[in-house]
């Protein structure tokens, strides 16, 4: 399989992407799918290709970490490759097998860099806070949901896993998440080795140990979640260097309500400026927003934008821009934050580009990204306050 003349092996895909990686480059290609119907609008992807790189990106990282870019294939290319990935998709996914030749370039977030060994931590986070509408059941929106899912089979076990732990800042309580994230993943926690899945949900729990083992620098689970701590608390640009290794800790210890500490982040951290960003949900009146075209908000916010000249790259425009624009805008922004990934990669040989982390006088570069910041539909704000609905019935029948 080749594009551009360079081989390229398949990734994974989802509903709407299927995503190659071009092998011995620092890039992935997603490929948008096509249902025969329509040609996907332009506009459309070139507005979200904006959004993920003028809005979401600098308001998480405060510069323009990446930027996505959209590319055109040969049609001679898309007909090869939807051939040659046929076989290699999984077969409920193969219904929709033709792609656009307009597609995304992305830098791949798995790997620091090709031609380096990388390891990548993967978190779906979700929400880490308690909104105001859970309040008075002491329960955040991820618990509660995990028993509808229990009970809708769409989980087996319920998962230990708090995000009001993770976005604690504590470390205690943030090892007792990524610990309860390892026992249990679901679909909110992946370990990558040089971009391939060495770890998921249908991965045997013993081996997560295991594979750490077996990697020089971590040796050990303990070693493992301090450099992940240290670096979702970093700025993402300093070297750390981390003195004490923590003792290790039992997590058998749930309690029935979720821990609604006052958070204790830094301010410049990368987990703080997350956690700001989802926040922003909390001033909204629902029943106004949901009357709005599903994707014209994107276009608007980004017509707002350049009217009023904003580079969210500039802490004055972020400023502005959280206290001015649309609460609906906001809203949405917030919809991406609760549920996007954070990748977070490790490579023991160090390079320049990179920050460092030291440990037991070890050094590695590391390097925190996020992904899936694709804007979401104007419906998945009606679709939250459903499930809302749902959850606290659940929660007052028991
Ligand atoms: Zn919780």
Same mark, same amino acid.
């Given at each position: 399989?080749?594009?551009?003349?360079?081989?390229?092996? =398949?990734?994974?895909?989802?509903?709407?992407?299927?995503?190659?990686?071009?092998?011995?480059? /620092?890039? &992935?290609? *997603?490929?948008?799918?096509?249902?025969?119907?329509?040609?996907?609008?332009?506009?459309?992807?070139?507005?979200?290709?904006?959004?993920?790189?003028?809005?979401?990106?600098?308001l998480?990282?405060?510069?323009?970490?990446?930027?996505?870019?959209?590319?055109?294939?040969?049609?001679?290319?898309?007909?090869?490759?939807? %051939?040659?990935?046929?076989? &290699?998709?999984?077969?409920? *996914?193969?219904?929709?097998?033709?792609?656009?030749?307009?597609?995304?370039?992305?830098?791949?977030?798995?790997?620091?860099?090709?031609?380096?060994?990388n390891?990548?931590?993967?978190?779906?986070?979700?929400?880490?806070?308690? @909104?105001?509408?859970?309040?008075?059941?002491?329960?955040?929106?991820? +618990?509660?949901?995990?028993?509808?899912?229990?009970?809708?089979?769409?989980?087996?076990?319920?998962?230990?896993? +708090?995000?009001?732990?993770?976005?604690?800042?504590?470390?205690?309580?943030?090892?007792?998440?990524?610990?309860?994230? #390892?026992?249990?993943?679901q679909?909110?926690?992946?370990?990558?080795?040089?971009?391939?899945?060495?770890?998921?949900?249908?991965?045997?729990?013993?081996? $997560?140990?295991?594979?750490?083992?077996?990697?020089?620098? =971590?040796?050990?689970?303990?070693?493992?979640?301090?450099?992940?701590?240290? #670096?979702?608390?970093?700025?993402?640009?300093?070297?750390?260097?981390?003195? %004490?290794?923590?003792?290790?800790?039992?997590?058998?210890?749930?309690? %029935?309500? +979720?821990?609604?500490?006052?958070?204790?982040?830094?301010?410049n951290? $990368?987990?703080?400026?997350?956690?700001?960003?989802?926040?922003?949900?909390?001033?909204?009146?629902l /029943?106004? @927003?949901?009357?709005? /075209? /599903?994707?014209?908000?994107? $276009?608007?916010?980004?017509?707002?934008?350049?009217?009023?000249?904003?580079?969210?790259?500039?802490?004055?425009?972020?400023?502005k $821009?959280?206290? !001015?624009?649309?609460?609906?805008y906001? @809203?949405?922004?917030?919809?991406? @934050?609760?549920?996007?990934?954070?990748?977070?990669c490790?490579?023991?040989?160090?390079?320049?580009?990179?920050?460092?982390?030291?440990?037991?006088?070890?050094?590695?570069? =590391?390097?925190?990204?996020?992904?899936?910041?694709?804007?979401?539909?104007?419906?998945?704000?009606?679709?939250?306050?459903? !499930?809302?609905?749902?959850?606290? %019935?659940? =929660?007052?029948?028991?």
């Open positions: 399989m080749s594009v551009f003349g360079k081989a390229v092996k =398949y990734l994974n895909e989802g509903n709407v992407h299927v995503v190659i990686c071009i092998l011995n480059t /620092d890039y &992935v290609i *997603r490929l948008i799918k096509e249902d025969g119907k329509t040609v996907k609008d332009m506009e459309i992807i070139r507005n979200s290709v904006s959004f993920v790189n003028l809005v979401m990106i600098p998480l990282f405060g510069y323009y970490q990446y930027k996505e870019e959209i590319i055109k294939l040969s049609s001679e290319d898309i007909l090869r490759l939807s %051939e040659s990935l046929f076989n &290699v998709r999984p077969k409920h *996914r193969r219904v929709k097998s033709t792609f656009s030749q307009i597609a995304i370039k992305a830098p791949n977030l798995t790997i620091i860099s090709y031609n380096s060994e390891y990548c931590l993967e978190i779906k986070p979700k929400e880490g806070f308690l @909104a105001s509408n859970f309040n008075k059941y002491s329960k955040c929106y991820y +618990c509660l949901k995990q028993v509808l899912k229990l009970q809708e089979n769409e989980v087996e076990n319920i998962s230990g896993y +708090c995000p009001l732990d993770l976005f604690s800042g504590e470390r205690k309580r943030m090892r007792k998440a990524i610990l309860n994230l #390892i026992k249990n993943p679909n909110n926690l992946k370990l990558f080795k040089d971009g391939n899945i060495v770890y998921n949900e249908t991965s045997n729990v013993n081996n $997560f140990e295991m594979l750490l083992r077996n990697i020089a620098p =971590y040796n050990s689970l303990n070693v493992f979640l301090d450099l992940i701590i240290k #670096i979702l608390l970093s700025d993402g640009i300093s070297d750390i260097v981390i003195k %004490e290794s923590s003792e290790e800790i039992d997590i058998n210890h749930n309690t %029935e309500k +979720c821990n609604n500490d006052r958070h204790k982040l830094p301010a951290c $990368f987990l703080n400026q997350l956690l700001t960003l989802q926040k922003l949900s909390e001033n909204i009146d /029943d106004s @927003a949901t009357k709005n /075209d /599903d994707f014209q908000y994107v $276009f608007k916010l980004l017509n707002d934008m350049r009217e009023l000249n904003i580079n969210l790259i500039n802490m004055d425009d972020r400023k $821009f959280l206290e !001015t624009m649309d609460p609906l906001l @809203a949405m922004i917030s919809a991406v @934050a609760k549920d996007c990934s954070i990748m977070i490790m490579s023991p040989q160090t390079h320049d580009l990179y920050p460092s982390i030291t440990i037991n006088n070890k050094s590695l570069s =590391y390097k925190i990204s996020v992904t899936d910041l694709e804007p979401k539909s104007i419906k998945s704000l009606t679709k939250r306050k459903t !499930t809302e609905k749902k959850l606290i %019935e659940l =929660y007052e029948k028991k």
